[in-house]
């Protein structure tokens, strides 16, 4: 009876993930960089993953962009900095994955209007199993979040 | 008593020797002495005091000058396109330099935010001027400099320069800033799009237009940074702050 009932909980759980209502996705903490119109911003948020399932985070869209990467800062020796378009970041089961300054971040590109300190953006990602899932991110500026 | 002689000129630099980025070779070797010097018992009391003064006072002259921009003045445009000669605009003055690009929303806004947080340190008595030099000199011409300026709220005294590939190329090779264009994709009308590959750095420079320390530009301690601007000021006034 156990194992049965366990499955029919993992069964429901997907199913019901698979739903808007039911997300066991959360988007936490999400701002954005100020950005000039033609420009590029990035986006950070804690993506968190309640569920008992691995989850995967596949690709963004934003109105306010032409495109938008999923990029990672990579360092290399003498203290160079390079931007690497990765195509997806992975969500452990009952966990979180941090997009933030220095690490990964959603690339916004082609920015179609200016951001400034204040503003909201909307962004929508997609995941593997949760789908699609919205958040607005406040502009934020530079005096706060520039640290690591 | 022969040690004291012997370390005088090993030791003299030591307390201002870099100890965080550096890159030029030679400044770990020159410290070694000192620390076998050190480790022998007792030696600080055999010197005494009056010597260990004299020590501390030759290094009040500041940090080991790195690269003298005199050298090689460059021509360029700052944010409302005034030509700057770059070192001889800031000739009195002490500089702090970042280097970026404008189409960089992630590291390049980690090293001018730790600017800010700088600028926040130091006494604005100083006169200290915050330059952020562009390495994209096709996209970032001064109309873009000053926008992004307005956008990312920097304060109006900051000069953002950009200018002729050649003069460009010719102060980052003295800053020992290393740049990489990396092509990425196409835009939707087709164009190329590339992002830049760089050191990540931020530069101190005295009033006569010489390189006296480089810091990581993302994680550069603000304190650290006020106190190497308070010696280059003492250095230059002889007023110790
Ligand atoms: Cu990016």
Known sequence: MKPVLSELLVAASVFFGALPQERSIHLLDPWIRPGAAGGNSALYVRLHNAGSVPDTLLEATAEVAARVELHQTVSGPGNMRRMEPVSYVVLPARGEFRLEPGGWHVMLLGLKRDLRAGDTVKVELRFARAGRVQLQAPVRPLSRGGRR | ??????????????????????????????????????????????????????????????????ADLTRRPVELLDQDSTVVVVPDAF???????????????????????????????????????????????????????????????????????????????????????????????????????????????????????????????????????????????????????
């Not at chain 2, 307390?15 to 000192?34: C, I, K, M, W, Y």
């Open chain 2, 1 to 66: 008593m022969r040690t004291p002689l012997r370390i005088f000129p090993v030791a003299r630099c030591r307390f201002n020797r870099p100890d965080n980025e550096h890159t030029g070779a030679g400044s770990v070797s020159r410290d070694q002495p000192l620390f076998a010097a050190r480790n022998k018992q007792g030696i600080l009391l055999r010197v005494g005091l009056p010597v260990i003064g004299f020590l501390l006072a030759a290094c009040g002259r500041g940090p080991a000058v790195e």
């Open chain 2, 91 to 241: 000739r009195g003055q002490i500089v702090l330099v970042g280097y970026i690009y404008t189409h960089c929303p992630d590291i390049c806004p980690m090293i001018t935010a730790r600017m800010l947080e700088i600028a926040r340190h130091i006494p604005d008595s100083l006169l200290v001027r915050y330059v952020l030099v562009s390495f994209d000199p096709e996209r970032d011409r001064p109309h873009v400099l000053r926008h992004y300026a307005r956008v990312y709220e920097l304060p109006e005294s900051w000069r953002l320069l950009t200018g002729p590939e050649s003069e460009l190329q010719a102060l980052l090779d003295l800053m020992g800033v290393r740049t990489r264009r990396s092509w990425t994709s196409f835009a939707e009308n087709g164009e190329p799009v590339y992002f830049i590959d760089h050191t990540d750095r931020i530069s101190l420079l005295d009033g006569r237009g010489r390189v006296r320390r480089h810091y990581e530009g993302t994680t550069a301690d603000p304190e650290r940074v006020r106190r190497d601007v308070l010696t280059l000021w003492r250095e230059a006034t002889g007023v110790e702050l």
